[in-house]
């Protein structure tokens, strides 16, 4: 399935090197304004070509909205947005046809489609898919601002390189607004020169590296979500990991509380004056399922780019025989930076449903 989402729905559609890629979005509210300026600046943070720690394919990445906004507002029908793609070199792909690439979905995809599956560029399975998701967050994102919830998100590591990691309990307004500007989102700026270091050394070496996103949503009511199947945590994840490269998800201590004693990963209550706080936030944000009231924080792993151009051990499906395999094209070192933008992305779709699902 390629659609994900109940009270707000999303559809992707296309291949990497089709002639588009697209989203439709059903359940928006009528009579929203959408700051179109605002979606631009983050289908640019996620697009590629401007960053060395990127793959070279230089896309634009502009979405042709094809229905469901009129002058400037959501009318209430299916939103459709529709992204050409204008820079392929299919050709790069012809070696993989009958030998998958490791890491890949080739082999998998081969199976599963009985061999019609499009491997140029990853087709569906691509990371390019996630330019439609960014887009659909990008909206959902605004409507949801104007009910005071914000998302914000960095990246919290490359390799062995660790940036600061949010405040679990305040998170400043004025550090989510320049997280969300920046193409290579960091709260310690200092950090940038060495996580790039790292990059163009594993580039040099024809290798790639990972890394993990950080992502914090402030502003979410308490008393929203629901017990066992239908928790924040439950509906945040399964979003998340329909981006290409995501492993693993972890919120608030994460696995870091299996070692803890439950003295120490327990969030004590207060009032603040008015509100019910903790002064801790282990929890990230969900108790049961069910948001508390405090920002809501997860952290995701990025996996390292599998296209790596120096050789590696394959099959050839069409021969029965062990080969050989090197990739050709235009692939990114690093994937992480490009991944923040998806990640806030697919928390704005998982919120806009959660919040519209409990409010409305």
Request: proline share 6%; aromatic share 6%; with cysteine.
């Amino acid at each position: 399935m390629s659609s994900w989402g109940n009270a707000v729905k999303i559809s992707v559609f296309g291949e990497s090197h089709g002639n588009g890629i697209g989203v439709v979005i059903d359940g928006l509210p009528s009579g929203e304004s959408i700051d179109m300026d605002a979606v631009y600046m983050q289908m640019s943070r996620r697009a590629p070509g401007k960053d060395k720690t990127a793959t070279p394919r230089l896309e634009k990445d502009i979405p042709e909205v094809m229905s469901g906004m009129l002058d400037g507002k959501t009318t209430g029908a299916p939103l459709c947005a529709v992204i050409r793609n204008t820079n392929t070199r299919s050709a790069d792909y012809s070696s993989v046809l009958s030998c998958p690439r490791p890491g890949h979905a080739d082999y998998t995809g081969y199976v599963r489609y009985n061999g019609y599956n499009d491997i140029r560029g990853g087709g569906h399975f691509s990371g390019r898919l996630t330019a439609p998701v960014v887009f659909a967050g990008a909206v959902c994102r605004q409507i949801l601002e104007k009910h005071g919830i914000h998302i914000a998100a960095h990246i919290a590591s490359i390799g062995n390189i660790s940036d600061e990691l949010f405040d679990p309990v305040k998170i400043p307004q004025e550090l989510m607004d320049r997280l969300t500007a920046s193409t290579f989102s960091l709260i310690d700026p200092s950090k940038e020169a060495p996580m790039r270091e790292l990059v163009e050394e594993c580039r040099k070496a024809q290798d790639s590296i990972g890394g993990t996103v950080e992502c914090a949503v402030t502003g979410v009511p308490a008393g929203l979500g629901s017990p066992m199947f239908d928790g924040i945590e439950n509906i945040i994840s399964s979003i998340v990991f329909g981006i290409p490269a995501v492993k693993g998800i972890e919120f608030g201590a994460g696995f870091k509380a299996a070692a803890m004693r439950g003295s120490e990963n327990n969030d004590e209550f207060y009032y603040d004056g008015t509100d019910i706080r903790t002064r801790t936030n282990n929890h990230g944000g969900i108790l049961g399922g069910i948001s508390s009231g405090m920002p809501i924080i997860f952290r995701a792993a990025i996996k390292p780019t599998p296209s790596i151009s120096r050789e590696q051990n394959t099959v050839d499906m069409q021969t029965g025989t062990n080969t050989k395999l090197v990739i050709h094209g235009r692939h990114d070192p690093c994937i992480v930076p490009r991944a923040v933008p998806a990640i806030e992305a697919a928390a704005a779709v998982a919120l806009i449903n959660i919040y519209r699902q409990f409010t409305v």
